[in-house]
Nanobody, 126 residues
Framework: QGQLVESGGGLVQAGASLRLSCAASTSPFSDYAIGWFRQAPGKEREFVAGISRYSTNTAYADPVKGRFTISKDYNTRTAYLQMNSLQPEDTAVYFC???????????????????WGQGTQVTVSS
């Protein structure tokens, strides 16, 4: 059993930054790849960023490349999504997810993850 709790969302203006956190009870934390997804109103959930179990590999969706950075802190069992230069099209509910894997470099980019958080709202005004 694992639990993920996101935080850090909010309302910001275009061009601002936010850092989302994902506190994980999945143990050990290093057994899990972590992904961030988002879902905007009326749209399907989409992959945003992912990181492999030992942080040796990352993957980003094209719209966020160069603006978002995913990371993991193994001491606090927390994953982060640093979001810079936010735009109105980034407005969505953001979810973190954890996938247990034996692969050291695999970053799952589909939504077949084992555990999901409840989501945190990010709203970017123009």
């Amino acid at each position: 059993q694992g639990q993920l709790v996101e935080s850090g969302g909010g309302l910001v203006q275009a061009g601002a930054s936010l850092r989302l956190s994902c506190a994980a009870s999945t143990s050990p934390f290093s057994d899990y790849a972590i992904g961030w997804f988002r879902q905007a109103p009326g749209k399907e959930r989409e992959f945003v960023a992912g990181i492999s179990r030992y942080s040796t590999n990352t993957a980003y969706a094209d719209p966020v490349k160069g603006r978002f950075t995913i990371s993991k802190d193994y001491n606090t069992r927390t994953a982060y999504l640093q979001m810079n230069s936010l735009q109105p099209e980034d407005t969505a509910v953001y979810f973190c997810a954890a996938e247990r894997t034996q692969s050291t470099d695999w970053v799952p980019t589909t939504d077949n993850y084992d555990y999901w958080g409840q989501g945190t709202q990010v709203t970017v005004s123009s």
